[in-house]
């Protein structure tokens, strides 16, 4: 079975400052893993994802990812924090089958100024 | 593309009542589901539809809860009769085919049942 942990309910980064929202994860075969972010009351957007290939992936607004093999990890980064980006994050996993993805418990970022 | 459309935005209705959610996925997509989220459990997978097919309805939460999928760019998710815990942001999202696609998601509907 597929699963997500997101060992962070809340982080917290001042303005300017880098970020890190954590993620781990639990499949058997190759993981397909994804990020998206929600902003209030608003559905989940997507932001970026690993297939293969390069560790690294960029997505939107700035964010990427790192994809660790070893550490079953997959943490979303951004050099610079902006207030804007405070949200509530997903981490999301699927095996190479025609499933749906699961979907970790959320991690909300908050950006003071 | 307009992307996912759900509606109506916010319905709100008595205890007892019926509720009809709907959804049409983006053009193409062979793939629905159905989540609803709580402060108190999360982004939960209700159903998912492949090809218009029922195929993993273990999620839904009760007999009062049905999902169709009657062609590839409707779907509706029914609760009857309603309860104040069904009170929930019910979001669908749709997937075009293969490993490499992320799921699109709706604005979702906003349930609150009095």
């Known amino acids: 079975a597929q699963s997500v942990a997101q060992p962070e309910d809340q982080v917290n980064v001042a303005e300017g400052n880098p970020l890190t929202v954590k993620c781990t994860y639990s499949?058997?075969?190759?993981?397909?893993l994804f990020w998206y972010v929600q902003y209030p009351n608003r559905g989940l957007q997507f932001l970026l994802k690993?297939?293969?290939?390069?560790?690294l992936v960029k997505g939107s607004y700035g964010f990427e990812a790192e994809f660790n093999k070893s550490q079953t990890s997959f943490h979303l980064k951004k050099p610079s924090a902006l207030v804007s980006d405070s949200a509530l994050y997903f981490c999301?996993?699927?095996?190479?089958?025609?499933?749906?993805?699961?979907f970790g418990k959320g991690t909300r970022l908050s950006v003071i100024a | 593309d307009a992307g996912v459309i759900q509606s109506p935005r916010h319905e709100v209705t008595e205890m007892g009542q019926e509720v009809t959610l709907r959804c049409k996925p983006i053009?193409?997509?062979?793939?629905l589901f159905w989540y609803r989220q709580t402060m108190m459990r999360g982004l939960e997978l209700l159903i998912y539809?492949?090809?218009?097919?029922?195929?993993?309805d273990s999620g839904m939460p009760e007999d009062r809860f049905s999902a169709k999928m009657p062609n590839a760019s409707f779907s509706t998710l029914k609760i009857q009769p309603s309860e104040p815990r069904d009170s929930a942001v019910y979001f669908c999202?749709?997937?075009?085919?293969?490993?490499?696609?992320?799921?699109?998601f709706g604005p979702g509907t906003r349930l609150t049942v009095t």
């Open positions: 999202a749709s997937r075009g085919t293969g490993v490499a696609f992320e799921q699109y």
């Open positions: 499949v058997s075969g190759n993981p397909y």
């Open positions: 690993y297939i293969t290939g390069d560790n």
């Open positions: 999301a996993v699927r095996d190479g089958g025609n499933t749906p993805l699961v």
């Open positions: 053009s193409g997509h062979n793939s």
């Open positions: 539809f492949n090809n218009n097919v029922p195929i993993d």
